[in-house]
């Protein structure tokens, strides 16, 4: 099967999916989205086919969030979307898609719905 995460090596939730995905024996297409962020057609359909609204998929922690008058309430979808372009910190991580679907991480056990059952000796 085929996998791909949208990895932030420093985050250890994203390095716990890394080894979930190949503990299920999966090498997956590593993505470091900090250094080569998705587009903003590929970040809309990650975040509409994990079924998350472009909220739950923003870092609101992030400095930049705020800097950003980002929690304006009358924000729509596509401003919030662009920001996440400009600035892949306010993404959530990490997203991993597999050809059984797309999840965001967070709680990392979320990644265990789109990999194979494990194989037990």
Same mark, same amino acid.
């Given at each position: 099967?085929? &996998?791909?995460?949208?990895?932030?090596?420093?985050?250890?939730?994203? !390095?716990?999916?890394?080894?979930?995905? !190949?503990?299920?024996?999966?090498?997956?297409?590593?993505?470091?989205?900090?250094?080569?962020?998705?587009?903003?057609?590929?970040?809309?359909?990650?975040?509409?086919?994990?079924?998350?609204?472009?909220?739950? &998929?923003?870092?609101?922690?992030?400095?930049?969030?705020? !800097?950003?008058?980002?929690?304006?309430?009358?924000?729509?979808?596509?401003?919030?979307?662009?920001?996440?372009?400009?600035?892949?910190?306010?993404? *959530? !991580?990490?997203?991993? *898609?597999?050809? @059984?679907?797309?999840?965001?991480?967070?709680?990392?056990?979320?990644? *265990?719905?789109? @990999?194979?059952?494990?194989?037990?000796?």
């Amino acid at each position: 099967m085929k &996998a791909v995460i949208y990895h932030n090596p420093r985050c250890s939730t994203s !390095r716990k999916a890394l080894a979930m995905i !190949r503990d299920a024996g999966i090498e997956p297409e590593i993505i470091e989205y900090l250094l080569h962020p998705p587009g903003r057609e590929r970040l809309a359909a990650l975040i509409r086919d994990a079924g998350l609204s472009v909220r739950e &998929a923003i870092r609101a922690k992030e400095p930049a969030y705020a !800097r950003l008058g980002l929690d304006d309430p009358g924000l729509d979808d596509e401003a919030l979307i662009d920001a996440m372009v400009r600035e892949p910190v306010l993404i *959530q !991580r990490p997203f991993v *898609q597999t050809a @059984l679907g797309t999840r965001l991480g967070r709680p990392v056990e979320a990644v *265990q719905e789109i @990999l194979p059952p494990a194989v037990t000796p």
